[in-house]
């Protein structure tokens, strides 16, 4: 051991620690160094053993799951290394280097922390102290070229060695911590088809090496690389202008969505980003993108390789429609073909055939997942790939590992237990809804309740900043957007279906709720008050559910609009005629479309909710507040005004949602 490394064994193990973390978050802040929850950061140090008293040494290592950039003290696994290093005694050999991993429970320390990944015989069998194993774009693209060995020697010289591809596992780690051993010179291996691992003294040297790898990689391929690496430009597939990709993106969306949750619902995201757009304007493309991704990470996330669409942008929308279905039922008698190709009696059973990345020339990117976190990641893990291709292109030819290595990952069954080991997917869970008046009372709430069920919510609402502010409380764009929209105007409702389009494919639960209440005696109701009442709610909601109708026949899997009446939809009482007619025209409008979407499975419902206090701005400030109905309201309700109710028709009622309206009835179901 250097007078470094015995330096740092004597280091406090929470010193090691606190190194090990801000080190992960260094390296995991810039993407090129890893993709996403790509990789994992080891570092070995000594504590003392509660039990004996005496000095024990340990590893602390990324866990399973988790991003290096957000790690945290408990996203480590802490393990014994002497135990850890004796299990090469007993390891039975290739054939059963998957048993490992569960041995790995008998080499904890203490409750040990986070799940141990696959990569932590690695990180303990180097004699190193301190290892990252990391997946950068300009270290796959040498990884991945058909001569990345003799690439990686011009590149590095000595400092780097080759390491044949090989799935992650006990015998990968056992390869590289013989050539650490026995090549002391080395900073670093270069992993075929996958990553890099690099190792060091301290962390410092560690990260160093890590950077220096990335760093080096990265030149290189700027160096001696091709001008233009995907070959030239076709002249028809040159991107469309923002507006136009975007319009097209939004048309298209409901199509694909609608296509790619054949086996299950998924939800996409839409990606026009110049990489991608450059990639599939060049002459290459077809070909790149047939033969998939390559570094496990990758692949695991885009499926072994996306769905492309093979026309123009301007192609017609209803051209490419078609077609999307044609290459759809193409893609999936492909991916059952791999399946069946590949298959082993104890493999998994197929996890279904639809794509998880749909590739439109001129215009950009779909990725799809059960849900928008893992859909939006998808698309990056497909920006780390053209990345990849495109650095091995320009110095070689791009060779990704064969489709029989692919499904063994795919199919690994240790990646079958860590899909077992993910929580149940909530009841609403890659659904898009959109409300609309959603910045407050009624609106708000049901907002908040759908994404709480695990629903994407648009939050619609002619107050943008109201909406602003009910999307951030319910969290991330990855849960809600919120969209400047007024329901009275054309564009305006076209606009808020659009940007749910571009934000999650598509809408599958639309909730017309804006509303507003001008109550007057009928001799002082001005046509404007008519006008404006009937404007907003009945106007509102019928250009409102025309789109959804349009988005939802589109997708082709079915969907339910709900308005929110009132009880003065059918009761009458005085100096309410414009609000209270406005209310009839939308709960006949409610029996109208439950009558003509049935046949496409759109389910329309109505809620005749009544006295609903909490967060109203009828309440609040109008005319419920003037005539003192809310005391009137509180007294003679039945529940409690400060709970929110339940919908009491479980039956008809659409999601049997317990969503937050007082009181209510419905109108109508199909
Ligand atoms: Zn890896």
């Given at each position: 051991?250097?007078?470094?490394?015995?330096?740092?064994?004597?280091a406090?193990?929470?010193?090691?620690?606190?190194?090990?973390?801000?080190?992960?978050?260094?390296?995991?802040?810039?993407?090129?160094?890893?993709?996403?929850?790509?990789?994992?950061t080891?570092?070995?140090?000594?504590?003392?053993?509660?039990?004996t008293?005496?000095?024990?040494e340990?590893?602390?290592?990324?866990?399973?799951?988790?991003?290096?950039?957000?790690l945290?003290?408990?996203?480590?696994a802490v393990?014994?290394?002497?135990?850890l290093r004796?299990?090469?005694?007993?390891?039975?050999?290739?054939?059963?280097?998957?048993?490992?991993?569960?041995?790995?429970?008998?080499?904890?320390?203490?409750?040990?922390?986070?799940?141990p990944?696959?990569?932590?015989?690695?990180?303990?069998?180097?004699?190193?102290?301190?290892v990252?194993h990391?997946?950068?774009?300009?270290?796959?693209a040498l990884a991945?070229?058909?001569?990345?060995?003799?690439?990686?020697?011009?590149?590095?010289g000595?400092?780097?060695a080759?390491?044949?591809?090989?799935?992650?596992?006990?015998?990968l780690?056992?390869d590289?911590?013989?050539?650490h051993?026995?090549?002391?010179e080395?900073i670093?291996?270069?992993?075929?088809g996958?990553g890099?691992?690099?190792?060091?003294?301290?962390?410092?040297?560690c990260e160093?090496?890590?950077?220096e790898?990335?760093?080096?990689?990265?030149?290189?391929?700027?160096?001696?690389?091709?001008?233009?690496?995907?070959?030239?430009?076709?002249?028809?597939?040159?991107?469309?202008?923002?507006?136009?990709?975007?319009?097209l993106?939004?048309?298209?969306?409901?199509?694909?969505?609608?296509l790619?949750?054949?086996?299950?619902?998924q939800?996409?995201?839409?990606?026009?980003?110049?990489?991608?757009?450059?990639?599939?304007?060049?002459?290459?493309?077809?070909?790149?993108?047939?033969?998939?991704?390559?570094?496990?990470?990758h692949f695991?996330?885009?499926?072994?390789?996306?769905?492309?669409?093979d026309?123009?942008?301007?192609?017609?929308v209803?051209?490419?429609?078609g077609?999307?279905?044609?290459?759809?039922?193409?893609?999936?008698?492909?991916y059952?073909?791999?399946?069946?190709?590949?298959?082993?009696?104890?493999s998994?059973?197929?996890?279904?055939?639809d794509?998880?990345?749909?590739?439109?020339?001129?215009?950009?990117?779909?990725?799809?997942?059960?849900?928008?976190?893992?859909?939006?990641v998808?698309?990056?893990?497909?920006?780390?790939?053209?990345?990849?291709?495109?650095?091995?292109?320009?110095?070689?030819?791009?060779?990704?590992?064969?489709?029989?290595?692919k499904f063994?990952?795919?199919?690994?069954?240790?990646?079958?237990a860590?899909?077992?080991?993910?929580p149940?997917a909530?009841?609403?869970?890659a659904?898009?809804?959109?409300?609309?008046?959603?910045?407050s009372g009624?609106?708000?709430?049901?907002?908040?309740?759908?994404?709480?069920?695990?629903?994407?919510?648009?939050?619609?609402?002619?107050d943008s900043?109201a909406?602003a502010?009910?999307?951030?409380?319910?969290?991330?764009?990855?849960?809600?957007?919120?969209?400047?929209?007024?329901?009275?105007?054309e564009d305006?409702?076209?606009?808020?279906?659009?940007?749910?389009a571009?934000?999650?494919?598509?809408v599958?639960?639309?909730?017309?709720n804006?509303?507003?209440?001008?109550?007057?005696?009928?001799?002082?109701?001005?046509?404007?008050?008519w006008?404006?009442?009937?404007?907003?709610?009945a106007?509102?909601s019928?250009l409102?559910?025309?789109?959804?109708?349009?988005?939802m026949?589109?997708?082709?899997?079915?969907?339910?609009?709900?308005?929110i009446?009132?009880?003065?939809?059918?009761?009458?009482?005085?100096?309410?005629?414009?609000?209270?007619?406005?209310?009839?025209?939308?709960?006949?409008?409610v029996?109208?479309?439950?009558?003509?979407l049935?046949?496409?499975g759109?389910?329309?419902?109505?809620i005749?909710?009544?006295?609903?206090?909490?967060?109203?701005?009828?309440?609040?400030?109008?005319?419920?507040a003037?005539?003192?109905?809310?005391?009137?309201?509180r007294?003679?309700?039945?529940v409690?005004?400060?709970?929110?109710?339940?919908?009491?028709?479980a039956?008809?009622?659409?999601?049997?949602l317990p969503?937050?309206?007082?009181?209510?009835?419905?109108v109508?179901?199909?």
């Open positions: 051991m250097s007078a470094l490394e015995s330096q740092q064994a004597s406090p193990a929470n010193a090691v620690i606190s190194e090990l973390i801000e080190r992960s978050h260094r390296l995991g802040a810039d993407p090129r160094n890893t993709n996403y929850a790509g990789g994992n080891s570092a070995k140090g000594t504590a003392t053993d509660p039990v008293g005496s000095p024990v340990l590893l602390w290592v990324k866990g399973s799951g988790g991003d290096l950039a957000t945290t003290e408990s996203g480590l393990l014994r290394v002497e135990r004796a299990l090469a005694d007993t390891y039975p050999g290739i054939d059963r280097e998957d048993e490992m991993v569960a041995a790995f429970d008998y080499c904890l320390h203490g409750k040990g922390g986070a799940a990944s696959i990569d932590t015989a690695m990180h303990a069998l180097i004699g190193a102290r301190h990252d990391l997946h950068p774009d300009s270290g796959i991945a070229a058909v001569d990345g060995k003799q690439l990686t020697r011009e590149c590095f000595g400092r780097v080759w390491v044949p591809w090989r799935r992650p596992g006990f015998q780690g056992l590289i911590a013989a050539i051993k026995s090549n002391p080395l670093g291996v270069m992993l075929g996958h890099i691992t690099a190792w060091g003294p301290t962390s410092q040297a160093q090496r890590s950077r790898i990335i760093g080096t990689a990265a030149q290189f391929l700027v160096r001696s690389g091709r001008a233009d690496p995907f070959g030239p430009l076709i002249s028809d597939y040159r991107p469309a202008a923002r507006a136009e990709r975007r319009r993106a939004a048309q298209l969306a409901p199509v694909i969505r609608g790619a949750s054949t086996d299950r619902l939800v996409g995201h839409f990606c026009d980003h110049e990489i991608v757009l450059d990639f599939l304007s060049r002459r290459k493309h077809p070909q790149l993108v047939a033969l998939g991704t390559s570094c496990p990470d695991l996330r885009t499926k072994i390789r996306p769905m492309l669409l026309m123009p942008p301007s192609a017609s209803g051209a490419m429609s077609r999307l279905s044609e290459l759809h039922a193409a893609y999936r008698a492909s059952q073909e791999y399946y069946l190709r590949h298959a082993m009696p104890d998994p059973a197929m996890r279904g055939a794509p998880a990345i749909v590739l439109l020339p001129g215009i950009g990117m779909f990725s799809l997942g059960p849900d928008k976190q893992t859909a939006r998808a698309g990056e893990f497909y920006l780390n790939a053209i990345n990849v291709m495109r650095g091995a292109e320009s110095v070689s030819s791009y060779a990704p590992i064969s489709e029989a290595e063994r990952i795919e199919y690994w069954e240790l990646e079958e860590k899909l077992l080991r993910m149940p909530r009841p609403l869970a659904r898009v809804a959109l409300v609309t008046g959603a910045g009624i609106g708000r709430a049901t907002a908040k309740r759908l994404a709480a069920e695990g629903a994407c919510v648009v939050v619609s609402d002619l900043s909406a502010t009910v999307t951030a409380d319910i969290g991330s764009a990855d849960h809600a957007v919120s969209v400047a929209a007024d329901v009275t105007s305006s409702v076209i606009a808020a279906f659009q940007a749910a571009l934000a999650f494919g598509g599958d639960l639309v909730v017309n804006a509303g507003l209440s001008l109550s007057r005696p009928l001799l002082e109701t001005t046509a404007r008050d006008d404006r009442q009937h404007h907003v709610m106007r509102g019928f409102v559910s025309r789109e959804a109708a349009r988005m026949k589109a997708q082709g899997m079915a969907g339910d609009i709900i308005y009446c009132s009880k003065n939809a059918v009761f009458a009482g005085p100096a309410n005629v414009a609000y209270g007619a406005a209310k009839a025209d939308q709960a006949h409008q029996r109208l479309l439950a009558a003509e049935g046949e496409y759109i389910r329309v419902n109505g005749n909710p009544d006295a609903v206090v909490r967060g109203s701005g009828i309440f609040a400030s109008g005319w419920g003037e005539r003192g109905l809310c005391t009137a309201y007294r003679r309700s039945s409690p005004i400060t709970r929110a109710g339940r919908c009491s028709n039956r008809s009622c659409p999601s049997t969503l937050p309206w007082q009181r209510s009835c419905l109508t179901s199909p």
